[in-house]
């Protein structure tokens, strides 16, 4: 058997190569929509991918379960209980496919979707009884599981959902024995959850003993702790869980589609017609120069989750990118279903050389500065861009909490007769909320470089959390890195490297 995770850091989503090598076949599970990667490892391994399984309709992330379908003839296969445009395989509970060495049996297990299943890997030639490891889904994370609030805009309540997750975690999974692995198909940064460990794989001994969901209550205390002080789900997440389902271009044929440069003059034209140009520089690199109007979400961090959060569905994109990064900036918007990409602005930011009009700075002081600023006569309004939950953790004192995904419908609150500063945990965010506070026109506006983890480093004060029992801390800067406590010795395992 063969079993190979890839963890993508940037969506916190995990997906599966599983492979029988004595009938070369390979099955893939909750594939991420660019799938060249399968292809040469399945190649590598003298494998060919006939099957792809979806635990459920994913809401973060557009699947490549179409894709892996026109490039190799997989066959999809989907719980009973889902319908889609496309065909597929509808699996009932405890259905099995059986392969020389594997078996692969599904377990029915709603909550997070009415549609979820996890799927259970038996080493045949280890046991033919005892599931060596399940694939989890959305259903039971590493220290968490997956929350039941995001199909109400599709006709089914959090309490619903959550009384059949209560259900699938104690009638199906917890009674699993201890040493079947947990693999899921998220990890810390999802917002799929509320308190997902870094960690991507686990025993369920160890998840029966330390996750919060997993100890022992009522189905009424269930449901009310999975559906507290959940974090805010993106607005794009309805839109993928129902592309999912849907009939529709490959990623390959939408790249070719829209990466293609446009010059200068015509993307003046398009902005004009509404068009929303996203610069993917660095934070740094932005505040130095940018083309006015244009929003910054840096390649460097969560770019496609925040993208999804903050740019328009219904208006065409242009990107204005480093050299050779446009084809990132657009696969990395291809993943969530954001195809609208209009182009590329043509030499990127060296088509403004000649056009100072064009471009706009923005003002960064240091934590020092900004320390000073606030205690002078005329000292600026601090907004902390951060989560509600970050904010009450710990933040500067007289600072207001606009987190980064209201800020836009909020944005009333900001006044514009008065110097705005803003900040975030690292900058990342700031520079984001930067950009759309100058959209918007509060142009008296500086932004506190390197944010809290600068402030930190100069020894200047925070006011601490009272009697804060629990914050939710987003991860900001990078797309992160897990920790896999199987080290890649375990029956198989191997983690891909995070693309």
């Not at 379908?69 to 445009?85: M, P, V």
């Not at 078996?103 to 046991?127: A, W, Y």
């Not at 449901?223 to 999912?244: C, G, H, K, S, W």
């Not at 008296?444 to 009272?466: F, K, N, Q, Y």
Request: glycine letters at 8%; a negative charge.
């Amino acid at each position: 058997m063969v079993l190979k995770q890839y963890y993508l850091g940037c969506l916190a989503h995990a997906s599966y190569l599983v492979g029988d090598a004595a009938s070369s076949t390979a099955i893939i599970v909750d594939p991420q929509r660019d799938v060249q990667q399968y292809l040469d490892d399945a190649e590598k391994f003298g494998l060919q991918i006939r099957h792809v399984f979806l635990t459920h309709f994913h809401a973060d992330f557009v699947a490549g379960h179409l894709e892996l379908r026109d490039r190799c003839g997989a066959t999809i296969h989907l719980g009973s209980r889902a319908q889609a445009e496309y065909a597929f395989v509808g699996m009932e509970d405890g259905a099995t496919l059986d392969f020389p060495d594997l078996r692969l049996q599904v377990l029915h297990t709603p909550g997070h979707t009415i549609e979820s299943i996890s799927i259970l890997l038996f080493d045949l030639q280890k046991s033919q009884a005892d599931p060596f490891a399940v694939l989890t889904g959305d259903t039971l994370f590493i220290g968490d599981v997956g929350r039941p609030d995001l199909r109400v805009s599709l006709g089914w309540t959090a309490d619903e959902l959550g009384a059949h997750l209560y259900e699938s975690i104690h009638n199906k999974l917890l009674r699993l024995p201890d040493e079947v692995l947990v693999y899921p198909a998220h990890g810390a940064g999802s917002l799929c959850g509320k308190q997902l460990s870094s960690d991507t794989v686990s025993s369920l001994g160890d998840q029966r003993r330390l996750n919060y969901a997993l100890q022992p209550m009522s189905r009424e205390e269930f449901i009310r702790l999975v559906t507290a002080d959940q974090p805010d789900a993106p607005p794009y997440f309805t839109y993928d869980a129902i592309l999912n389902t849907r009939e529709r271009a490959t990623l390959d044929k939408n790249l070719e589609q829209v990466l293609h440069p446009i010059d200068l003059d015509e993307i003046l034209r398009i902005r004009e017609a509404g068009a929303q140009i996203l610069d993917v520089r660095a934070a740094a690199g932005y505040a130095r120069g940018h083309l006015e109007g244009s929003i910054n979400i840096g390649l460097s961090g969560q770019y496609a989750t925040w993208a999804g959060t903050l740019l328009d569905r219904d208006r065409p994109i242009v990107i204005i990118a480093e050299p050779r990064r446009e084809h990132e900036a657009a696969l990395r918007l291809g993943r969530i279903g954001f195809d609208h990409v209009r182009g590329y602005l043509r030499g990127g930011m060296e088509a403004l050389a000649g056009r100072p009009d064009l471009v706009v700075p923005t003002e960064r002081i240091s934590p020092q500065t900004m320390a000073e600023e606030l205690v002078s006569a005329d000292a600026p309004l601090l907004v902390d861009v951060r989560s509600p939950g970050e904010w009450a953790a710990r933040h500067i004192e007289g600072s207001v909490n606009v987190p980064l995904n209201r800020l836009q419908e909020r944005i009333a609150e900001i006044p514009h007769n008065r110097r705005i500063a803003v900040h975030c945990a690292g900058g990342y965010r700031s520079s984001i909320a930067a950009s759309l506070l100058h959209r918007y026109g509060i142009t008296d506006l500086v932004e506190m470089a390197g944010g809290l983890a600068a402030w930190d480093a100069a020894s200047l004060s925070l006011i601490p959390a009272r009697n804060q029992k629990f914050a939710r801390l987003d991860l900001e800067l990078e797309c992160p890195k897990p920790e896999n406590p199987a080290g890649g010795a375990r029956s198989g395992l191997v983690t891909a490297p995070d693309i």
